[in-house]
């Protein structure tokens, strides 16, 4: 019986102490205090009244990566977080379940405008992934945050993660 309980105790403090070790990060603190400031773009920048129909928008030129040598913080290597941010799929599979994507800080990023600095883009990787019905609905990833860059078709990325958990995206608890 005694067994039982330090069990019980031990898978408690455990989970604890994971949780304590999870931090919600947000997208300023990627940003190490004393890099140069970049203007983000985060309207589309597309002429709407130009825009007979849909395509011309997909055979636009690409735009160019916002300062696409910002600095990261390297501090964050190794750390579990909670981020919130906005699916760009990379990869989906058989099952209509995205496993490759950049996650972004708001909505339209590295599709309709230009893609944010690589020190607000993370590549996130997905054994399950995740059922994405609209682009516009953020979403919680939770994981070990590697400092390391990737380069996409779409953008670069500063940060990796393999996400642990993927959920919609909640106010934390106040």
């Known amino acids: 019986m005694m067994r039982k309980g330090w069990l019980v105790w031990s898978l408690l403090f455990a989970s604890a102490s994971w ?36 395509l011309s928008v997909e055979s636009a030129p690409a735009a160019h990566q916002l300062a696409p ?7 964050l290597d190794g750390q579990t977080v909670r981020l919130p941010g906005y699916i760009v799929p990379l990869e989906v599979s058989e099952e209509g379940r995205v496993t490759d994507f950049l996650l972004v800080p708001y909505f339209g ?20 992934g995740v059922k994405v019905d609209e682009l516009y609905q953020p979403y ?19 940060y990796q993660m393999e996400a642990d958990k993927i959920l919609v995206y909640e106010l934390p608890d106040q």
Do not use: F
């Open 69 to 75: 040598d910002a600095p990261v913080v390297k501090a």
């Open 109 to 128: 990023a590295c599709i309709h405008v230009p893609p944010p600095p690589p020190n607000q883009i993370v590549h996130v990787t997905s054994e399950l």
């Open 19 to 54: 949780a304590q070790d999870l931090r919600v990060l947000t997208w300023e603190e990627m940003i190490p205090p004393d890099a140069p400031p970049v203007k983000l773009i985060t309207a589309p920048i597309h002429d709407l009244s130009k825009m007979a129909d849909t």
């Open 140 to 158: 919680w990833i939770e994981g070990p945050m590697q400092v390391k860059s990737t380069r996409t078709d779409l953008a670069d990325a500063g």
